[in-house]
C-alpha cells in the first residue's frame, strides 16, 4: 500500500498533460517540503523516525527518474 507521498509522487510522473519540465517543477516543491520537513524535525523532539527522510528519498529519486539534476544547496542543508 502506498502512501499518500508516494501517490502523489506517482501522479506527477504519470500525468499526460504536464510536459517534463512542469514535473520537475512540482517534484522540486515537494522536494523543498520534504527538506523543510525533515529540517524541522531534526530540530525539534519530534520523533526521528519521522518518515521525512524516506519521502524526500523517493522525491529524489522521482526526479532522477526524469533526468533532472541534482540541486546542491550547500553544507547545511539536508
Keep these: 500500500m502506498d502512501t ?3 501517490e ?3 501522479k506527477i510522473l504519470k500525468d ?3 510536459s517534463r519540465e512542469i514535473k520537475i517543477q512540482r517534484l522540486r516543491h515537494l522536494e523543498d517540503d520534504a527538506r523543510a520537513l525533515q529540517r524541522a524535525a531534526s530540530e525539534s523532539a519530534m520523533n526521528s523516525d519521522d ?3 524516506a519521502e524526500l528519498r523517493l ?3 522521482a ?3 526524469l533526468g533532472a539534476s541534482r540541486v546542491r544547496k ?3 542543508s539536508l
Excluded: F, N
Design 4 to 6: 499518500p507521498y508516494e
Design 63 to 65: 526526479l532522477e527518474q
Design 16 to 18: 499526460p498533460q504536464s
Design 51 to 53: 518518515g521525512w527522510q
Design 8 to 10: 502523489l509522487i506517482r
Design 74 to 76: 550547500g553544507a547545511a
Design 59 to 61: 522525491v529524489r529519486l
